[in-house]
């Protein structure tokens, strides 16, 4: 397992990051994730560990609280200081006008809360899971960096910003020496690459690393989905698709088709490509992989210790190009003296 900085601080972290959004299985969207048990959760974080990947993922509104308050039951063997923990807070948890949102008032209600659960003095990756526009970006950093300074919270990072969010953020807590932003959650995958137009310039630039989510693009990229086929009886494509990445059938088809041209070559398979693609992109500190099953989670941690070739990079490079939106077609035009971090194409 390879260990990369987080951003541009002093933290390293695992090129794989377990995410737990199937621990808890709390509602019936997180049921469509999986449904992981309490002893079943500490034997993947065994397997984890054991791999060298140390770092865990959640969130306050995973499954209710349940993921978190599993997690922490899942690593109570282990000792604190040979885990990292990333948590994340902001949608929505209570009924009440104060319960949501990156307010001071709801940052601090969610922190004590995740960190009770959890069973732990500190998190070491706290984010904020969505923007917040109706609380001064002022309030919002400042409370985040008297958690790190109190010791409850070691690094601050977001998930899901825009470049305006993610820059004005950055240069209000430039502006009052406060707690940066060191990570950025974001969604990446071969058959969502929008976050190479702004967010990866604006990482590369800024030194804010991502924290790849959903790298499998929202589960069509498991190896099971083929032209003419009916998705999988037990695709959480089939619950859990509200609010997801939209594409052509043709597109995914298309990158599938290449995916699996490298898969011969390689003897690797479809999702373990797509994953070890992601890890050689620029900025990418981490990418956070989940799995129902022990067999699940072997298979996925086969994803690191090779590289793909540049020749084969380059083929799912081209099967995944897509027209970008403006102003980033015409930016393209001008690459002599505007690169992007990774070349860009268009779509055929």
């Known amino acids: 397992m390879e260990y990369r900085s987080l951003g541009r601080s002093g933290l390293k972290v695992p090129e794989l990051c377990f995410g737990t959004g199937t621990f808890g299985a ?6 469509a994730w999986g449904d992981t048990s309490q002893d079943d959760a500490r034997k993947l974080i065994d397997i984890c560990m ?26 109570a063997h282990l000792k604190r200081e040979d885990v990292l923990i990333s948590t994340k807070t902001t949608f929505r948890f209570g009924k009440g ?12 209600q969610a922190l004590e809360g ?7 003095d500190y998190i070491d990756v706290y984010h904020l899971h969505a923007f917040d526009a109706t609380t001064p970006v002022e309030e919002t950093l400042n409370t985040l960096d008297k958690m790190v300074r109190e010791g409850k919270v070691r690094y601050i990072a977001c998930s899901n910003f825009s470049g305006w969010h993610l820059m004005k953020s950055l240069s ?9 932003y060191v990570g950025h959650q974001v969604y990446y995958s071969l058959i969502g690459r929008d976050y190479e137009w702004e967010l990866m310039p604006l990482a590369a630039d800024q030194g804010v690393g991502a924290l ?7 589960g069509r990229l498991t190896g099971k989905i083929r032209r003419g086929q009916p998705l999988p009886e037990t695709s959480r494509l089939h619950k859990a698709s509200a609010g997801g990445p939209t594409m052509s059938d043709e597109y995914l088809y298309k990158v599938v088709d290449a995916l699996d041209e490298v898969a011969k070559e390689t003897g690797k398979t479809v999702p373990q490509i797509a994953l ?3 890890l050689r992109r620029p900025t990418v500190s981490t990418v956070v992989i989940g799995a129902r099953d022990e067999k699940q989670l072997r298979a996925n941690l086969e994803s690191v210790g090779w590289k793909l070739t540049s020749e084969q990079v380059a083929k799912l490079d081209a099967a995944s190009a897509v027209n970008p939106a403006y102003p980033y077609w015409h930016q393209v035009q001008f690459e002599e003296r505007n690169p992007f971090p990774v ?6």
Not at 172 to 180: D, H, L
Not at 213 to 218: F, V, Y
């Open 114 to 120: 995740s960190l009770k659960r959890l069973n732990t």
């Open 97 to 108: 006008p104060n319960d949501v949102g990156s307010s001071r008032y709801h940052l601090i």
């Open 276 to 278: 070890n693609w992601l």
């Open 26 to 31: 709390g509602n019936e969207f997180f049921k």
């Open 50 to 75: 054991e791999a060298g990947l140390n770092f865990f993922d959640t969130a306050d509104v995973y499954s209710d609280g349940a993921s978190e308050t599993i997690l922490g039951k899942a690593i």
């Open 343 to 348: 070349p860009q194409t268009y779509g055929q």
């Open 212 to 218: 790849v989510w959903s790298p499998l693009g929202w």
């Open 172 to 180: 209000v807590s430039e502006r009052y020496g406060w707690a940066k």
